[in-house]
């Protein structure tokens, strides 16, 4: 159990950090091609990666998979998150979109109590909590003014809350490589219209992005998937706000964003979070 739980929270970090050097690529993305287009090719990057690795044995488990349904219902949502996110990042600073964005954390956690019945200990609402007040200072989004972006950006994490419920239901009886074929499988159906519709002819450095951004966000799909096989929601969930702080280097790698000392303080707050779920699973683990 300490060794599963364990793997759960290594596997979590990385894929967030995986997510946050793929987010940092779609916004470049999003100012020569459409969110149609980049999910389109993305899927279709990752899929061809599946189908390599499973062959045609992948190609039966997931026609025969009886998490064939829910994955559909979750793709959905996964793509009303993409969407919403990826166009408010056209309006609003990078700081705001994560502030709002980072509130899926406790959505996960509390959909989690119904809908899995998953008894979260306090020491995880001490984590999820503390972290999302480090994601606020970090990002001190002072300046938010409402409006449709700020309504896509928090509408995005509600449903990226509810993909997440969706996958934790069907992680135990179905394999990753499955789960991430069936996702992708459906996202090409899905966006292939507008994206055909919307379609530009990648050059150059759009191109190479465009499958950099099939293979990092295939190696965080696979990470991820694998993480809520391992632990449940209330461990994996508050990790998320890990992804701040790559979001705050790459920001600076990057746009030259230079970040504050709200950003530092935030950041202690976020890694103290980290600690928090660390230690909780260390002592369930041994209990």
């Given amino acids: ?18 997510f946050a050097v793929h987010d940092s690529m779609v916004k470049l993305l999003v100012e020569t091609a459409t969110v149609w287009q980049i999910l389109f090719c993305r899927s279709l990057v990752i899929l061809v990666g599946c189908l390599a690795m499973g ?13 064939l349904r829910p994955m559909m219902l979750r793709s959905l949502f996964l793509l009303a998150a993409w969407l919403c996110y990826f166009n408010s ?14 509130a899926a954390p406790i959505v996960a956690i509390l959909l989690s109590i119904p809908i899995l019945r998953e008894r979260v200990p306090l020491t995880s609402w001490i984590a999820v909590l503390t972290g999302f007040a480090g994601v606020i200072v970090a990002s001190n989004p002072t300046g938010m003014t409402t409006g449709w972006p700020v ?42 219209p507008m994206a ?14 465009l499958l950099s951004v099939g293979i990092i966000g295939g190696l965080g799909q ?36 230079i970040p504050g000392v709200n950003v530092w303080a935030g950041a202690v707050l976020i890694a103290a979070a980290g600690l928090i779920i ?10």
């Fill in 222 to 257: 696979l990470a991820y998937f694998e993480s809520l096989r391992h632990a449940p929601i209330s461990i994996v969930a508050p990790l998320e706000y890990t992804a701040l702080i790559w979001a705050f280097a790459l920001g600076y790698a990057i746009w030259g964003d």
């Fill in 151 to 192: 309504y896509l950006a928090l509408l995005a994490a509600v449903c990226w809350a509810i993909a997440t419920i969706l996958l934790r239901s069907t992680s135990q009886s179905t394999t990753s490589i499955v789960q991430m074929a069936m996702t992708n499988l459906f996202f090409l159906g899905l966006t292939a």
């Fill in 1 to 18: 159990m300490k060794t599963v739980i364990g793997a759960g929270i290594l596997l979590s970090s990385l894929a967030y950090f995986l």
């Fill in 278 to 287: 660390l230690i909780a699973g260390r002592r369930r683990s041994i209990a």
């Fill in 196 to 209: 055909i519709h919307s379609w530009t002819i990648p050059t150059g450095n759009a191109l190479i992005l």
């Fill in 55 to 67: 062959g045609r044995a992948l190609v039966h488990e997931t026609r025969t998979s009886p998490a």
């Fill in 89 to 102: 990042a056209k309006y609003m600073p990078l700081a705001d979109i994560t502030t709002l964005y980072f």
